[in-house]
């Protein structure tokens, strides 16, 4: 087709041209990482940010617009080494060939980057960060060691945090710096000394944010392996929250700041008291309930005791009437032979005979005789039964049980004790014995137990 004969209706105008550059551009390069030189920064008030991307024989126009650029925490500089992964794309407006980058980084840092990816697939693959082999943090430390900065803002942090939530636990403060060429140089050194320490329950590695370049001391292979190595759980706390090192992944446990670090070590002492407080009142309560109890039984058993003097008061009565009971017998028995006796005399007087009247009066003095005597053996009789309760009166008297050697032993309010399980060490009791008392206190009590 020749340009002067061909028809108008198909020709292109520079817009078009430039929207299908555009999408060929897009449609036929995926994503790409890019090295280059910055220069010709510009950042006007709508925060995307403009740049050129060069080396020593061309260069690139690039774009990374505001919602990209936010993420980043480094600030680019004109002739700074960067490293870049952007969409080739074209601007329409004045067709100019240019990347639309979405990420950005020093070119010093990817390589850091790379390398710390690098460790950390291997000493993964070696079973470095398996949670299997980490260790439980202690809920109550009694001593942890800090291993950081002396005059860092993370050491305070740390300090302050456990002073304010667990002041007893004693802290060793290992300083050593942080970031530098001797820097995990001197964190392995602290960490042997940590290991020697009598004592140590947990480690605190901990430094504040920074650069990829400024922890790189923490993404040393030997230190990690050191850490590993640990007798004792170790806590990494390296940076910010977004900040990852090769020394949060082989720790015992990562904290996200170096407060938390030392939130996760100490035990709050508020919630302590809280339940300690909860655990007394209920404790308190059920000591009432035990009292009330035991208070209950003592009545019941003061209820069931009887004093000895109460028994002796009883027997005593038992005998009164045993004595009114056999005068009366007595006085019945008389008044039945009197009356006997005066139908004898009333018969003799009607026979008249003289030797009837003998012969009745020999019968009235054989009975009289027979009286007597039977009075005398039912008197006997009643004599030696009154003994004989008299006796056993006197063989359950306390006063008797005490002349055989027995002692009486009372409680400090003077009831008798029958069960050892009815006073506890620390109570006064007083035993009483043939002669005089004693006052003593209960050291043990053996209960009997029924088997």
């Known amino acids: 087709m020749h340009g002067s004969s061909r028809d108008s209706s198909q020709s292109l105008t520079v ?5 299908l550059a555009k999408r060929l551009l897009e449609s036929h390069l995926d994503f790409v990482w890019i090295e280059g030189e910055l220069s010709n920064l510009a950042t006007p008030a709508s925060g995307h940010w403009y740049f050129t991307l060069k080396d020593e024989q061309a260069q690139v126009r690039c774009a990374m617009f505001r919602n990209r650029n936010q993420r980043l925490r480094m600030r680019p500089q004109n002739g700074q080494l960067v490293r870049v992964r952007a969409r080739v794309s074209l601007y329409e407006g004045r ?22 990816e ?22 109550s430390p009694g001593q942890v060691a800090i291993i950081s900065s002396r005059s860092g803002a ?3 942090d740390v300090i302050t945090v456990f002073k304010r939530r667990f002041p007893a636990i004693r802290l060793s403060l290992l300083p050593v710096a942080v970031q530098g060429q001797d820097a995990a140089t001197e964190m392995l050194d602290a960490l042997d000394t ?3 320490m009598k004592g140590i329950d947990a480690i605190v590695l901990t430094r504040g944010g920074g650069s990829v370049e400024d922890l790189q001391a923490f993404n040393d292979e030997a230190l990690a392996r050191k850490i590993a190595d640990s007798p004792v759980p170790v806590v990494s706390a390296v940076g910010h929250e977004v900040d990852f090192t090769i020394a949060d992944f082989v720790a015992d446990q990562r904290a996200p700041t170096p407060s938390a670090a030392a939130e996760m070590l100490s035990p709050d002492q508020r919630d302590i008291a809280a339940r300690l407080l909860a655990s007394e009142q209920n404790l308190a309560r059920q000591l009432r309930r035990l009292l009330r109890l035991l208070d209950v039984q003592l009545t019941g058993l003061r209820g069931r005791l009887r004093h000895p003097g109460e028994r002796l008061r009883e027997q005593a009565q038992r005998l009164d009437e045993l004595d009114l009971r056999l005068a009366r017998a007595w006085q019945v028995d008389i008044r039945h032979r009197r009356h006997g006796l005066a139908v004898q005399v009333s018969r003799l007087r009607g026979q008249a005979p003289a030797d009837i009247l003998r012969q009745l009066g020999s019968s009235t003095e054989q009975l009289a005789g027979r009286l007597h005597r039977a009075l005398a053996a039912r008197l006997n009789r009643q004599r030696h039964s009154l003994e004989l309760v008299s006796t056993r009166l006197t063989a359950i008297s306390p006063q008797q049980t005490l002349e055989r050697g027995y002692a009486i032993v009372l409680d400090a309010d003077g009831v008798l004790v029958q069960d050892a399980g009815s006073v506890k060490p620390g109570d006064i009791i007083e035993t009483r014995l043939k002669s005089g008392s004693l006052s003593s206190e209960v050291k043990e009590s053996h209960p009997l137990v029924d088997d």
């Open 15 to 19: 817009s078009q041209l430039n929207r």
């Open 95 to 116: 067709g100019e060939f240019q990347l639309i980058v979405e990420h950005l980084e020093d070119a010093g840092a990817g390589a850091l980057q790379r390398a710390f």
């Open 118 to 139: 690098a460790l950390k697939l291997k000493l993964q693959n070696e079973g470095l960060f398996d949670s299997q082999r980490k260790r439980t943090l202690p809920t």
């Open 154 to 156: 993370a050491v305070r």
């Open 194 to 196: 940590a290991y020697g």
